[in-house]
């Protein structure tokens, strides 16, 4: 089942810093939804909760357990992304402190 599902409001001084200033996207988001799940009900929670992720502009990265290249690209789309991956290339090619996404 669900262990937990976390939302909070994330607006005021989060989102006056511009998108490209950082390497988190979603500076103009107005609410943040997380959940924790116990492993053998996560494709039914993908199937009920799936919608919700249609709805929203991201993922925080610190909340996602999904290694996947499809969720590295919803957590550092495009320009952040390649901003990023330019970043890891000069200062980490070894890719010492990788935390396991990938794109």
């Given at each position: 089942g669900i262990i937990g599902?976390?939302?909070r409001a994330i607006d005021g001084p989060l989102n006056t810093i511009n998108a490209d200033e950082t390497a988190w996207h979603d500076r103009k988001?107005?609410?943040f939804l997380a959940m924790w799940l116990?492993?053998?009900?996560?494709?039914?929670?993908?199937?009920?909760?799936g919608?919700?992720?249609d709805l929203g502009?991201?993922?925080?990265?610190?909340?996602?357990?999904d290694l996947s290249i499809e969720e590295s690209?919803?957590?550092?789309?495009?320009?952040?992304g390649?901003?990023?991956r330019k970043l890891i290339t000069k200062y980490d090619p070894q890719h010492?402190?990788?935390?396991?996404?990938?794109w």
């Amino acid at each position: 089942g669900i262990i937990g599902i976390e939302m909070r409001a994330i607006d005021g001084p989060l989102n006056t810093i511009n998108a490209d200033e950082t390497a988190w996207h979603d500076r103009k988001a107005k609410v943040f939804l997380a959940m924790w799940l116990q492993k053998d009900t996560e494709p039914h929670a993908k199937e009920v909760f799936g919608p919700l992720q249609d709805l929203g502009t991201g993922v925080y990265s610190s909340y996602s357990s999904d290694l996947s290249i499809e969720e590295s690209q919803r957590i550092w789309p495009e320009e952040t992304g390649r901003k990023l991956r330019k970043l890891i290339t000069k200062y980490d090619p070894q890719h010492l402190f990788n935390q396991g996404h990938y794109w």
